[in-house]
């Protein structure tokens, strides 16, 4: 235990979500996740504290370590989960708060996001993120006509930001008939295959 105590990097607990009464304890130490529970009840307070530990290598490519990062995401939500997932995979980046994180995207190259967007499912979904391509846009291009602001809303930011990169926008119908003509084509790609495609757009 002393051990445990020395090792601890991260702690926290409280009671489950309503109506819930249980009490939840967890512990990261420098080799494993140590998960306590403790359910209450008006039927019988006699039920003992529950403990599971896990090693990290478990907690990320075992089942059992699948359910409790479940569990993690239960009681605690994502942000703590993602914490936990940053400390153990040693990978901050995927699991930053998704403000920061599109902070930081939304400098880097063109090229870099779409690579970046290849690595892991996390950082897919935030680099084709409306809110990253809102940011991409006003960068790159800085005047956001009106006619082009409401069919971004409609369609995405990111399809407004290649149409203009490709062409400049002229009116509402052009842009509509290119989102037409690219939805037509993503429904038959997968996610990988759309960035490689989009890729050389942005190389231009």
């Not at 005047?143 to 995405?156: C, K, L, Y």
Request: glycine fraction near 4%; charged fraction near 25%.
């Amino acid at each position: 235990m002393k051990t445990a105590i020395r090792d601890k990097i991260f702690e926290t607990s409280g009671v489950g979500q309503a109506p819930s009464k249980d009490f939840f304890h967890l512990t990261v130490t420098r080799e494993s996740i140590i998960w306590r529970s403790w359910r209450i009840t008006l039927r019988s307070n006699k039920s003992l504290p529950g403990e599971t530990t896990h090693s990290w290598d478990e907690f990320v490519n075992n089942s059992k370590g699948t359910r409790l990062q479940g569990e993690i995401r239960r009681v605690f939500g994502v942000e703590t989960l993602n914490i936990v997932l940053a400390m153990v995979t040693q990978t901050w980046l995927p699991y930053l708060k998704s403000d920061i994180l599109t902070e930081i995207l939304v400098r880097l190259d063109l090229r870099d996001i779409i690579r970046l967007a290849q690595v892991c499912r996390a950082l897919y979904n935030a680099c084709v993120s409306d809110i990253l391509w809102q940011k991409l846009y006003v960068k790159h291009f800085v005047i956001v006509p009106s006619d082009v602001r409401s069919v971004a809303e409609e369609f995405g930011w990111k399809k407004a930001f290649v149409v203009n990169l490709q062409k400049p926008v002229q009116t509402v119908r052009a842009l509509r008939k290119v989102h037409t003509k690219l939805q037509e084509e993503s429904s038959r790609k997968t996610p990988k295959e759309e960035g490689k495609r989009v890729g050389p757009l942005m190389s231009n």
